[in-house]
T-cell receptor
């Protein structure tokens, strides 16, 4: 699986949009981009994933660049409860017998 | 719809002992994966079970073993516990995992080895 690079930490003001970047320059054409978050000592929470097109759900939007070498997770209206470690993960489509490879993620801190 | 559940929540064992952790997958999910998360690190993939057979494994020794039952619940067994086995153990379930689906995690079991 391709590796990802994320900033170690980010701050965002409550109520503003939080934009979390991820670089995955070695991604291949059949690898998905997944985003999970983990609030302290809890299990990771699935947020969103995509292959080529931008995706949106009730939690967030995922913007993938046209060359697929980077992506941005957008939390449209951040709240204090969004403070967590956010993991960007690249996973091979059809890789049915593998798990997720977590890096160190981005520690997002929402400021009141 | 019930999410992924794990038991126990916390556990303290002594080095050399054996431990069994349990996981109930989310309704309708047929694939279960286990992860180990040491303090300050991201989760690491241990292995995966599909249709009651292990079909994928990370870089963990054979003393880490598991089972999946017909109802898709699962157990993680660790023999000859070592101090470094102290960690949060996470279970995750999925349905279309091989076709780009999502994996949902339980709350974890905190294992402390003394």
């Amino acid at each position: 699986d391709a590796k990802t690079t994320q900033p170690t930490s980010m701050d965002c003001a409550e109520g503003r949009a939080a934009n979390l970047p991820c670089n995955h320059s070695t991604i291949s054409g059949n690898e998905y981009v997944y985003w999970y978050r983990q609030i302290h000592s809890q299990g990771p929470q699935y947020i969103i994933h995509g292959l080529k097109n931008n995706e949106t759900n009730e939690m967030a939007s995922l913007i993938i660049t046209e060359d697929r070498k980077s992506s941005t997770l957008i939390l449209p209206h951040a709240t204090l409860r969004d403070t967590a470690v956010y993991y960007c993960i690249v996973r091979l489509s059809g890789g049915g017998a593998d798990g997720l490879t977590f890096g160190k993620g981005t520690h997002l801190i929402i400021q009141p | 719809e019930t999410g992924v559940t794990q038991s126990p929540t916390h556990l303290i064992k002594t080095r050399g002992q054996q431990v069994t952790l349990r996981c109930s997958s989310q309704s309708g999910h047929n694939t279960v994966s286990w992860y180990q998360q040491a303090l300050g690190q991201g989760p690491q993939f241990i292995f995966q079970y599909y249709r009651e057979e292990e079909n994928g494994r990370g870089n963990f020794p054979p003393r880490f073993s598991g089972l999946q039952f017909p109802n898709y619940s699962s157990e993680l067994n660790v023999n000859a516990l070592e101090l470094d086995d102290s960690a949060l153990y996470l279970c995750a379930s999925s349905y279309f995992w091989g076709q780009g689906g999502e994996q949902y995690f339980g709350p974890g079991t905190r294992l402390t080895v003394t």
